[in-house]
T-cell receptor, first 115, second 113 residues
Framework: GAGVSQSPSNKVTEKGKDVELRCDPI?????LYWYRQSLGQGLEFLIY????????KSGLPSDRFSAERTGGSVSTLTIQRTQQEDSAVYLC?????????????FGEGSWLTVV | DAKTTQPTSMDCAEGRAANLPCNHS???????VYWYRQIHSQGPQYIIH???NNETNEMASLIITEDRKSSTLILPHATLRDTAVYYC??????????????FGKGTKLTVNP
């Protein structure tokens, strides 16, 4: 079946603008994750959604970052008033319900460049 | 914080087995060991995972020591396309809580012709 789908694949935006990044998880997956990876750096956890539970927002770097997941499927990551340090690839991942034995699958990411 | 320790880099000859070690001395009984790899900042690709027993799939084998404090990922016949950063991750299972993967630095594997 289809994997995790992210859009846009590439986005160039001006400093101070808002951006929205979209993630379509694998069908039937109830757990959804957002990570980001700056150039040459490791993966940094941002936020986790599981079903109707309150999301784990512990990784969001500032209040300019927010995410929502509507209808338990598609998720949108919003970055307000973008800064140059926000330039990174933003990766979405999903897994079939919770449980550490359930594999997490990643999308190919959305490359964000703030100029 | 990542709960695993991996060598920064390794080299392997094409066609030979690549053995990537990982230490996870603080692993708990309900924590799985996962391996992912990442090529040129593409999305991480799932390889294999295990809890106690050794595991094998079409990509690799995972050998977990009896005390579960370390493991080895084995790529039986490495190819040039296996050049990537390999991440060993311990994932906690906590019902009702976040079960995110915490990535460390990984091992940069270079497969040489």
């Amino acid at each position: 079946g289809a994997g995790v789908s992210q859009s846009p694949s590439n986005k160039v935006t001006e400093k101070g603008k808002d951006v929205e990044l979209r993630c379509d998880p694998i069908s039937g997956h109830t757990a959804l994750y957002w990570y980001r990876q700056s150039l040459g750096q490791g993966l940094e956890f941002l936020i986790y959604f599981q079903g109707n539970s309150a999301p784990d927002k512990s990784g969001l770097p500032s209040d300019r970052f927010s995410a929502e997941r509507t209808g338990g499927s598609v998720s949108t990551l919003t970055i307000q008033r973008t800064q140059q340090e926000d330039s990174a690839v933003y990766l979405c991942a999903s897994s079939f319900r919770q449980g550490s034995g359930n594999t997490i699958y990643f999308g190919e990411g959305s490359w964000l460049t703030v100029v | 914080d990542a709960k695993t320790t991996q060598p920064t880099s390794m080299d392997c000859a094409e066609g030979r087995a690549a053995n990537l070690p990982c230490n996870h001395s603080t692993i708990s009984g309900n924590e799985y060991v996962y391996w992912y790899r990442q090529i040129h900042s593409q999305g991480p690709q799932y390889i294999i995972h295990g809890l106690k027993n050794n595991e094998t799939n079409e990509m690799a084998s995972l050998i977990i020591t009896e005390d579960r404090k370390s493991s080895t990922l084995i790529l039986p016949h490495a190819t040039l396309r296996d050049t990537a950063v390999y991440y060993c991750i311990v994932r906690v299972g906590r019902r009702g809580g976040s079960e995110k993967l915490v990535f460390g630095k990984g091992t940069k594997l270079t497969v040489n012709p």
